[in-house]
């Protein structure tokens, strides 16, 4: 499995993705954009963007890889600590406060959002779990357990040969690239992960969980106090399997759209897990946000490589799967994006998103 | 037999562990001879801390266009500390950034940013005047493949990628801006990218032979976009043109820790610019080797030497394994050093060179 992922990852860099293939047809949207928008004070540091999401006063939270991750030397084993953090700040990019300090289950950020009651939600891709700060910063729920120790292996082999896979395995879009999939305590059915990457919910408050990257292919739900209910999925690529569940997000009648990143393709679920459709045509589908408009639509960010300086693109999508257009390319620059692992799009029209190997939130202003 | 492989082995990790310094088994005597040597002093105590501020192991050193002084170091943790002209701490940058884990170098550029190399994440991380994070380039590790698959010693690979790299030491600017990486101690390579980080060429594996290296330790450019490379285990540094083709080897002044280029990133200044190459008394401070190695050559940009100056040690003048020389003003150097957690200020009296009585 891994290495089919693997031969998958690199084709897909080597060939400049599908986003190459996709650019005669799919209409470029003009746009602007802020990339210089987040302001720490001189000892905060921004690092990796796991996750960026707005609350409805406009109130900007960020869940970072920054810092460092710990090990710290048991009797027996090995523990690690440390490694992310969550900030936040107003709507004008200011930092206000940091949330969270030295929770335990902060070391590797992979998601954030924020609920429609302004609840924050931060997904640890190491820890694997799932944690709800509510607006005041205190933490009411957690999905998932942190597993106990690290693996230790054994010296590495010698020198030469070294396998690309083991190369291009990195953060951001996860899998892909033959990152090692098993975390120990983790694979559980029921509420623990194995690697969740997403968090979103319907109406009714029900939660549903993106699990994820790691040896799990699945969607779980549970209801709104954090009680299993169900989960669907399976490792593959029949309608139903997943090679990767990297982004969730529903729509207004309560639809799931999951981003099956190996797979290339977005599928859609009604609320029990019945298939229903599925789309591809936007690249390796790494984020994913869904508008609230009275027309909603999708945005997908596409990641070819883990650099984030070759290949990638954000495409505007109706919830059909017809591709509206798309945005920005790989790089460092203003305006191009480095592994946008994460989407805001509470306003339509003017996103928010959060990149891993730039280490930087961009203001994406989109022009009518 | 297999008994035999296991002892074997864990023989190795214990010599990794006492002496990681990495693939450079033993310094080597310079083989030039009749050097003449440089008086230097100098200057005593220049470096001053506020109580409670330590430096660690002083891995890079840099000075900007203001005088302003950088030292990158290895203490509780990996840190950046900027000092003044005088010598005085003034600030700290980037502390608890996710790019710092294990100093290696730290370069300034023409614009006066502060680069630094951590071979720890495997990153370049380029601050703006006032401390913020203006570029990256490579990237850490995902923590993940190390929470499942934690890392031993480690091992050379020559992966050869285009953005990321393997426990890179050291980077270099031209007039044009663009970057210059040696890459390092698990590649055998030099990277070039342009301004805003695209990669524009690599060059080199492992060997001996010319565009070959042996743990590219230390880069620097002259005017002209000429690029040195202190290739260490190879004994020699190895001179590239701007388009990273072979022009040159200077084989005679020991195991090259440090390079640096004399007058500054630019921008280009009439002064004439020279060549300093650290032999350096290895970082596990062998008694035996500190009679010959240690001292810093002088030389011109085509590889005549001019002078030599300092010997390994640990008393003021004397170099406890200098990882990096700061040489914007060519008679006034900064080295920063591994083993007595320690930067010094060295001024050399060029006038006053007079024949070596032991070479």
Request: with cysteine; charged share 20%; glycine share 12%.
């Amino acid at each position: 499995m891994r290495r089919f992922l693997t031969a998958l990852f690199v084709s897909a860099t080597l060939a400049q993705g599908t986003g190459t293939l996709a650019q005669g047809t799919v209409p470029e949207l003009a746009f602007d954009a802020n990339a210089d928008l987040l302001r720490t004070p001189a000892n905060i540091f921004v690092g990796e963007v796991g996750g960026v999401g707005r609350n409805s006063q406009g109130r900007i939270f960020v869940y970072t890889r920054t810092g460092h991750p710990y090990a710290t030397l048991g009797d027996n084993r090995t523990f690690y600590r440390g490694g992310s953090r969550l900030f936040e700040f107003d709507a004008s990019g200011k930092f206000l406060r940091e949330l969270g300090q030295d929770v335990y289950g902060f070391n590797t950020a992979f998601g954030l959002r924020v609920d429609p009651q302004d609840n924050v939600w931060t997904i640890d891709q190491s820890a694997s779990q799932v944690v709800k700060f509510d607006s005041q910063g205190r933490v009411v729920l957690v999905l998932g357990r942190k597993p106990e120790a690290i693996a230790v292996r054994p010296a590495a082999p010698p020198a030469g040969g070294a396998p690309a896979a083991a190369a291009g395995g990195a953060a951001g879009g996860g899998r892909a690239g033959g990152a090692p999939a098993l975390l120990p305590g983790s694979g559980i059915p029921g509420s623990s992960f194995s690697q969740p990457t997403d968090v979103a919910w319907d109406r009714a408050g029900n939660i549903y969980i993106a699990d994820g990257v790691g040896t799990t292919n699945r969607i779980a739900k549970f209801d709104k106090d954090g009680k299993f209910i169900r989960q669907w999925g399976s490792t593959g690529a029949e309608p139903g399997q997943f090679n990767g569940v990297k982004a969730l997000a529903i729509d207004a009648q309560g639809n799931v759209y999951a981003a099956d990143l190996g797979n290339k393709r977005i599928q859609v679920f009604d609320a029990d897990g019945t298939f229903k459709s599925q789309f591809t045509g936007v690249g390796m589908p790494t984020a994913l946000c869904m508008t609230t408009g009275p027309t909603q639509y999708l945005y997908v960010s596409h990641v070819g490589d883990q650099s984030g300086m070759d290949d990638a693109t954000i495409y505007k999508v109706q919830l059909d799967g017809k591709v509206v257009g798309r945005f920005g390319s790989a790089g460092k620059l203003p305006k191009e994006f480095g592994v946008a692992n994460s989407i805001d799009c509470r306003n339509e029209n003017e996103l928010l998103i959060g990149e891993m190997s730039n280490w930087r939130v961009q203001k994406v202003t989109l022009k009518k | 037999m297999k008994r035999w492989f296991g002892l074997g082995f864990a023989a190795c990790m214990l010599v990794s562990l006492v002496q990681p310094g990495g693939p450079v088994a033993a310094q080597n005597r310079a083989t030039a001879t009749n050097v003449p040597v440089i008086p230097h002093e100098v200057v005593p105590d220049f470096f001053k801390n506020a109580p409670g501020i330590y430096t660690g192991e002083n891995m890079g050193i840099a000075t900007n266009s203001k005088g302003n002084i950088y030292i990158y170091h290895r203490a509780y943790e990996t840190r950046l500390f900027e000092y003044s002209p005088q010598g005085v701490f003034t600030r700290e940058i980037g502390r608890n950034n996710y790019g710092f884990a294990f100093a290696h170098s730290v370069r300034v550029d023409a614009q006066d940013n502060i680069w630094a190399v951590d071979e720890g994440t495997d990153m370049l991380v380029k601050f703006a005047p006032d401390g913020r994070v203006l570029m990256t380039i490579g990237r850490r590790e995902d923590p993940v493949r190390m929470l499942v698959n934690m890392p031993g010693a480690g091992v050379y690979h020559g992966r050869n990628e285009k953005y990321k790299f393997g426990r890179q030491t050291d980077v270099a600017f031209d007039q044009q801006g663009n970057i210059f990486v040696s890459d390092g101690y698990f590649d055998a390579r030099v990277v070039k990218y342009d301004k805003n980080g695209r990669f524009v060429k690599a060059v080199g594996t492992r060997g001996n032979g010319n565009l070959q290296f042996n743990t590219p330790h230390s880069i620097a450019t002259d005017f002209q976009g000429n690029v040195y490379v202190g290739d260490r285990g190879n004994q020699r540094v190895q001179v590239l043109d701007n388009e990273l083709n072979w022009k040159a080897n200077y084989p005679n002044v020991g195991n090259p820790w440090a390079v640096c280029v004399s007058g500054g990133p630019g921008p280009k200044n009439p002064g004439k610019q020279y060549l300093y190459v650290s032999n350096s008394w290895p970082d596990s401070a062998p008694a035996a080797a500190a009679e010959f190695t240690g001292e810093i050559y002088k030389m011109e940009l085509d590889g005549s030497i001019v002078g030599k100056f300092g010997r390994g040690g640990k008393a003021p003048g004397e170099f406890a394994t200098t990882h990096q020389i700061d040489c914007r003003d060519p008679d006034v150097l900064y080295t920063a050093e591994i083993n007595d957690w320690r930067s010094q200020k060295i001024r050399l009296k060029p006038a006053a060179t007079r024949p070596s009585s032991t070479n």
